[in-house]
């Protein structure tokens, strides 16, 4: 079966530090991969999404950047953290079913 | 573009009491139409779909949707609910193009 991996799961970082934040898919090969970004009753906001290697499109203009250097593995950075970007991150797949995504348990980011 | 309204952030009701939240969509295409379920802290998880066939779909603990293609709606029911339903439910619509639209999401809070 399929299972999905994010980590860290909770971070607190300082203002203007780096982030990478990284998700990981087990049991499928070429999923579509997604990072959401879910701040306080906002609901979710679509940020990157790639469908394979080296793929990635932004929905967003930020300081956020995102990479998939493998298959299985998608990865959110940033080389300067603001404010604003603390919230619920939340990484999902999907892969044959019309676009039923499948997300991971999420990383809660607090920047200070 | 597609878009995603949910009328209601939060809809307090009595635990056995039924309970409907509603879910509206707007697309020129036709559409795949989901319902999440976020409890506290964790990601998101499928609860049903409607992609094609029957537009009454239910999912296994008991919730169901129906999709009203005149009405371009997707409501969320159960005809009588428990503490353990209390959580965050969001609709998402897709269209085929890899991405789904997420509405802002309804709390349901149950209490005895």
């Known amino acids: 079966s399929q299972t999905i991996h994010q980590w860290p799961a909770t971070l607190v970082q300082p203002v203007g530090s780096p982030l990478s934040l990284e998700c990981t898919v087990e049991g499928t090969s070429n999923p579509n991969l997604y990072w959401y970004r879910q701040a306080a009753g906002r609901g979710l906001q679509l940020l990157f999404y790639s469908v394979g290697i080296g793929q990635i499109s932004s929905e967003v203009p930020q300081n956020l950047s995102a990479s998939r250097p493998q298959d299985r593995q998608f990865i959110l950075s940033s080389k300067k953290l603001l404010l604003s970007d603390s919230g619920f991150y939340l990484c999902?797949?999907?892969?044959?079913?019309?676009?039923?995504?499948?997300f991971g348990p999420g990383t809660r980011l607090l920047v200070l | 573009a597609q878009s995603v309204t949910q009328l209601d952030s939060q809809v307090p009701v009595f635990e056995e009491a039924p309970v409907e939240l509603r879910c509206n969509y707007s697309s020129s295409v036709s559409v795949y139409l989901f319902w999440y379920v976020q409890y506290p802290n964790q990601g998101l998880q499928l609860l049903l779909k409607y992609l094609s066939g029957s537009t009454l779909v239910k999912s296994i603990n008991g919730f169901e949707a129906e999709f009203n293609k005149s009405q371009t709606s997707f409501h969320l029911r159960k005809p009588s609910v428990h503490i353990s339903d209390t959580a965050e439910y969001f609709c998402a619509v897709g269209t085929g193009f890899q991405k789904l639209v997420f509405g802002t999401g309804t709390r349901l809070l149950v209490s005895p």
């Open positions: 999902a797949w999907t892969s044959g079913s019309p676009e039923t995504q499948y």
